[in-house]
């Protein structure tokens, strides 16, 4: 039942921007870390943004200064506001969320992922 949601890619210019959203349901987003990732073709999935459930972010440096995480507790989403794209940012875009606890006194990990969104820039 737990379900992400990505949506808000698409193909845009060199220099312009895209707003992606992420839509969680199925369990308690506002205790969640969210993040985005993202995979170019032949690449390893990069962490680019992180915004803790306190609202603490952190950016690749890549992107820092262009892109801005965000999230709306009340819709149970998470946004990516992307600026001044270029052809580095073209990858398909992952939603992430975490929680991280302990269950029957052992360490467990709630790491879900959404389906991705691709993002593609013109050069």
């Known amino acids: 039942q737990v379900d992400l949601e990505e949506s808000g890619g698409g193909l845009v210019q060199h220099g312009g921007s895209l707003r992606l959203s992420c839509r969680a349901s199925?369990?308690?987003?506002?205790?969640?870390?969210m993040s985005w990732y993202r995979q170019a073709p032949g690449k390893v999935r990069e962490l680019v943004a992180n915004?803790?459930?306190?609202?603490?972010?952190h950016y690749v440096d890549s992107v820092k200064g262009r892109f801005t995480i965000s999230r709306d507790n009340a819709k149970n989403t998470v946004y990516l506001q992307m600026n001044s794209l270029n052809s580095e940012d073209t990858a398909v875009y992952y939603c992430n969320a975490l929680y991280q606890t302990y269950y029957d006194g052992r360490p467990r990990i709630w790491d879900y992922w959404g389906l991705g969104t691709q993002v593609t820039v013109s050069s």
């Open positions: 915004i803790s459930s306190s609202g603490t972010t």
């Open positions: 199925g369990f308690a987003f506002s205790t969640h870390d």
